[in-house]
């Protein structure tokens, strides 16, 4: 089965066809990834604009505005770390993006040109068979005819045959009806004769 494959070209099809899913599963994990960190970047938006919203409405003098600012201070810098990540993971995903669509074409291109070599091997395939059965008719006419001149031939031999015997007689009788004509008394002993030996040649 894995040769008839290979002759074909399934076996490159079917490895294609693997890297294909094979790139779309690491393209699914990277986006799925970089969908998880923008969600905790929104987040995080949302938090320093609820937190800058309480820091203008507490008094700087307000013991929970110093509060306030240390967590908003951690939070940017968490921003910023996780808004690199977000970066990165997109510049993954553009990759992986392109990964994919070049495993795409690639198993298109070869699926492409295995459906033409089976198309070519199918039309082979067709005007063999196609030539084998006019050669094996050819050859079976040849055989009916060889028989039916054989059979002709054998049936001409035994008509000239009877032509031959059927002229044979006729001398004789010839003979006979001269001998008859020439001596009368002797056309007993010569028809008699005549007779015998015609028996003994049919």
Avoid at 82 to 106: G, H, I, Y
Avoid at 194 to 201: K, L
Wanted: aromatic residues 6%; proline residues 1%.
């Amino acid at each position: 089965m894995s040769t008839y494959e290979d002759f074909v070209g399934l076996t490159v099809v079917k490895q294609a066809q693997k890297h294909v899913i094979e790139a779309e599963a690491d393209f699914l994990q990277v986006q799925e990834e970089r969908r998880t960190k923008q969600q905790n970047l929104s987040q995080i938006h949302k938090r320093l604009k609820k937190l800058n919203s309480e820091l203008e409405k507490i008094p700087r003098t307000d013991d929970r505005y110093l509060q306030l600012l240390t967590e908003e201070h951690s939070v940017i810098k968490g921003e910023q770390v996780l808004s690199n990540e977000v970066e990165e993971l997109e510049n993954k995903e553009r990759q992986q993006f392109m990964l994919l669509s070049t495993a795409l074409r690639d198993s298109h291109e070869k699926e492409s040109a295995q459906a033409e070599k089976t198309k070519y091997w199918s039309v082979a395939g067709s005007v063999l068979g196609a030539c084998i059965g006019i050669l094996g008719t050819t050859l079976n006419n040849r055989f009916r005819m060889r028989e039916l001149k054989n059979l002709v031939t054998s049936k001409e031999s035994s008509s000239l045959l009877v032509v031959d015997r059927l002229d044979s007689i006729e001398s004789c009788v010839d003979e006979i009806n001269k001998q008859l004509s020439a001596d009368p008394d002797s056309s007993n002993f010569s028809f008699n004769n005549n007779v015998d030996t015609q028996t003994e040649f049919l």
